[in-house]
């Protein structure tokens, strides 16, 4: 991405801009530093091996560069980490069993829990049985739904 440099106070600014982000200064006449975006023919993080992006304006760095030559933002390296914990491990999968289990049970026993209620001679376990029932319905309903969106 170019950088657009404004003329009264150095700033830069993104190639599109029209007034700079610091002064408010008008940058018709500004002129503009790095690559254009019309002009790089690789998707950012698309280019050939070894070519390193600035995070801030995605700008080509050089090699051993600690600064952005075009916008000035410090170089981050990549750090890898020297051990990577297993995400399938046997302490996270009964958490995932859990939910499975209880979003699938519990929409089912409210609503046979609240038929039977709904029946009963008191009126507040007829309100509470038809809200479970209502409830229990919704539920089903929106796990269909969201596993229908999700292609599950």
């Known amino acids: 991405m170019a950088v657009r440099i404004c003329t009264r106070c150095g700033e830069g600014n993104k190639e599109q801009a029209k007034i700079c982000i610091a002064c408010g200064h008008s940058l018709k006449d500004a002129p503009?530093?790095?690559?254009?975006?019309?002009?790089?023919?690789?998707?950012?993080?698309?280019?050939?091996?070894?070519?390193?992006?600035?995070?801030?304006?995605?700008?080509?760095?050089?090699d051993g560069a600690l600064k952005c030559k075009y916008c000035g933002?410090?170089?981050?390296?990549?750090?890898?980490?020297?051990?990577?914990?297993?995400?399938?491990?046997?302490?996270?999968?009964w958490p995932k069993i859990l939910v499975v289990i209880a979003t699938c049970?519990?929409?089912?026993?409210?609503?046979?829990?609240?038929?039977?209620?709904?029946?009963?001679e008191d009126k507040d376990d007829?309100?509470?049985?038809?809200?479970?029932?209502?409830?229990?319905?919704?539920?089903?309903?929106?796990h269909f739904f969201i596993g229908r969106m999700l292609g599950q």
């Open 105 to 120: 049970m519990i929409p089912f026993v409210g609503m046979i829990v609240g038929g039977v209620k709904a029946f009963q």
């Open 32 to 62: 503009l530093t790095g690559m254009l975006d019309s002009e790089k023919g690789y998707a950012l993080g698309g280019g050939a091996r070894g070519r390193r992006l600035c995070s801030n304006c995605s700008e080509e760095l050089e």
């Open 126 to 142: 007829q309100l509470t049985g038809g809200f479970l029932v209502g409830l229990g319905l919704v539920m089903v309903f929106v």
């Open 73 to 93: 933002s410090a170089v981050v390296k990549d750090t890898k980490p020297s051990y990577m914990p297993s995400v399938e491990s046997d302490s996270l999968l």
